[in-house]
């Protein structure tokens, strides 16, 4: 099945300090790749929604000066916490998905445990 | 406000028994049903999906079924296994249009536990 790879699967940091995490379709070309955050004993909270070659969309309350979002290539989006804060301390989840609007499935990666001391 | 409800936070079942993991929705607009399941540290994997056209999807032991006039869906694994011990996570897309990108709208999950 298809591929999402996520790196780095964990990091511990002090407050302050910027975090860059990679998501990367391993075998198809990702037009619209997803980021999200999940906290503990709830659900995924879609964050922002990117598009290769073009500004991400970010969700109603998701602070995009915080949460840099870039997808230069269709096989790459990075998100950067900038500044981090210990309330950024969360699961951070990537997908991706072939087609643009399309209903095919979203494939995530294994997700990016940030802890911000 | 939840578009999408899975009303029970857990469910135990024996082992090769049946589970059945419910889902309602509010969104009359919701036109594709998709149902993910979630191990703990690790990224959703999607499981099986269906369209609003249809009321049934069958894939080896995962069956969905979509009842649109009670606006609800349900996942029925049998035989249930100890490996599906897992989250499970409805979820539902609008069609494409004003740059919604077909997101998700998600549950809240049911956490599954099957017994050996």
């Known amino acids: 099945g298809a591929v999402v790879s996520q790196h780095p699967s964990r990091v511990i940091c002090k407050s302050g300090t910027s975090v860059k995490i990679e998501c990367r379709s391993l075998d198809f070309q990702a037009t619209t790749m997803f980021w999200y955050r999940q906290f503990p004993k709830k659900s995924l909270m879609l964050m922002a929604t990117s598009n290769e070659g073009s500004k991400a969309t970010y969700e109603q309350g998701v602070e995009k000066d915080k949460f840099l979002i870039n997808h230069a290539s269709l096989t790459l989006s990075t998100l950067t916490v900038t500044s981090a804060h210990p309330e950024d301390s969360s699961f951070y989840i990537c997908?991706?998905?072939?087609?643009?609007?399309?209903?095919?499935?979203?494939?995530f990666g294994d997700g990016t445990r940030l802890s911000i001391l | 406000d939840q578009q999408v409800k899975q009303n029970s936070p857990s469910l135990s079942v024996q082992e090769g028994r049946i589970s059945i993991l419910n889902c309602d929705y509010t969104n009359s607009m919701f036109d594709y049903f998709l149902w993910y399941k979630k191990y703990p540290a690790e990224g959703p994997t999607f499981l099986i999906s269906i369209s609003s056209i249809k009321d049934k999807n069958e894939d080896g032991r995962f069956t969905v079924f979509l009842n649109k006039s009670a606006k609800h869906l349900s996942l029925h694994i049998v035989p249930s296994q100890p490996g599906d011990s897992a989250v499970y996570f409805c979820a539902a897309t609008v069609p494409p249009g004003a740059g919604n990108n077909r997101k998700l709208i998600w549950g809240l999950g049911t956490s599954l536990a099957v017994n050996p």
């Open positions: 997908s991706a998905r072939p087609d643009r609007g399309s209903n095919q499935p979203q494939h």
